[in-house]
């Protein structure tokens, strides 16, 4: 069995984990295109792994048509000479870690039925809100669902869009995952005392804009009479104001605020935190659709805070504290909780690095993907 694997986001070296336990699970051979550099989110990421014994990796710069905005990138990238490179790897699964609205998912599937018509094709979304869109990202989205063979997706609200907009073939729920080998709990002593943190430590990684609520955990933190440290890790729009309110709100000296680290290091960094907390809320039009770094704290054996936006809830189960989505009262309740009842913190931690090992790690989910694989081919 053959496979050609497309995704942009796998310029990150981390999340190249995946495709090394779906060869290991399958016996496939397997191949990777991924970009030679992508702008993740405001910063430029080079192909972090370029090569590995068990797949090959080919590293192909796509075009994108003048567009800078994060969204845009996602949607309108297509790669030159891909038809030569379906002619070369003849694979008879061509999975495709894309949206299908997306021009690269159309460019795939059109050259694949042309170049490979017994290929089976399947795509990728993370789509949790229903969004109708111009064309011709909704002609990309209609023919993608005509003659795609299978989804993938992220979680059941995806899976409820994709249905709703005409998706009639099978499906499977499919979440992000993480491995627990790497994420794993270990001393961080050294770098809590090179950070400067003593005591009971909070802290959030991700990006630093409206919907991920990092202002109301300041809000929360600020409120907190006991002495508390604040750790927060990432870049993104609102860094300034964030910063100015950790001021305002009794922080100085005690809250830390570092750049988006590499994907190698964040292990390191989580495990010096007491808890780890996720406030997004619900925008128009966006909506948390995941969380992966609530799997990757959790696999850390770090207690973890969501609000309900989204899928959070879904992914922390009974691992870990709700609160609703912008009550900062609410929030900042749920961590004195567990920074008064440190045994409450130890079952919850428990508990998130056994969720991990049984729903997120990355050999579970290769497994799911490796039946789906079999079916197709047997069809």
Not at 311 to 317: D, M, R, S
Request: proline content about 7%; overall charge positive; glycine content about 8%.
């Amino acid at each position: 069995m053959k496979i050609l694997a497309i995704s942009h986001s796998a310029v990150v070296g981390g999340y190249h984990r995946r495709f090394r336990e779906v060869v290991r699970r399958s016996g496939a051979e397997l191949t990777l295109l991924t970009p030679r550099r992508w702008r993740q989110f405001n910063r430029m990421v080079p192909l972090e792994k370029t090569s590995d014994p068990a797949y090959r990796v080919i590293a192909r710069q796509p075009f994108t048509p003048g567009f800078w905005s994060h969204g845009l990138r996602n949607a309108t990238h297509y790669y030159p000479g891909l038809t030569r490179m379906l002619r070369e790897t003849r694979p008879d699964i061509i999975e495709l870690w894309e949206e299908p609205f997306a021009a690269v998912t159309w460019q795939v599937i059109r050259a694949a039925k042309r170049t490979l018509p017994n290929s089976r094709i399947i795509f990728f979304s993370a789509q949790n809100i229903r969004k109708d869109y111009p064309p011709p990202f909704s002609w990309f989205e209609r023919f993608t669902y005509r003659r795609a063979d299978f989804a993938f997706v992220i979680n059941s609200e995806a899976e409820k869009v994709i249905r709703e907009k005409g998706w009639k073939k099978a499906s499977l729920v499919l979440p992000l995952g993480v491995d627990p080998g790497f994420f794993r709990p270990a001393d961080a002593s050294d770098r809590r005392a090179e950070l400067g943190l003593e005591g009971f430590t909070i802290g959030f990684v991700g990006k630093l804009e409206r919907q991920k609520g990092i202002l109301d955990l300041i809000r929360a933190v600020g409120g907190i009479s006991a002495p508390v440290n604040l750790l927060v890790i990432g870049e993104g729009p609102l860094r300034a104001q964030a910063m100015r309110l950790a001021e305002e709100s009794g922080l100085a000296g005690r809250a830390r605020f570092l750049p988006a680290v590499p994907y190698d290091g964040l292990p390191g960094y989580l495990n010096c935190l007491d808890v780890l907390v996720l406030p997004s809320i619900t925008l128009p039009g966006l909506k948390e659709q995941f969380g992966r770094v609530l799997v990757e704290a959790m696999s850390c054996a770090v207690p973890v805070i969501g609000s309900d936006s989204g899928e959070i809830p879904g992914v922390i189960g009974a691992a870990g504290l709700i609160f609703p989505e912008g009550d900062v009262a609410a929030l900042r309740e749920r961590i004195v909780a567990l920074r008064e009842n440190p045994g409450t913190a130890a079952e919850l931690a428990r508990k998130g690095r056994k969720r991990v090992k049984t729903e997120f790690a990355w050999e579970s989910i290769a497994r799911r993907q490796a039946e789906v694989y079999n079916r197709l081919l047997e069809r």
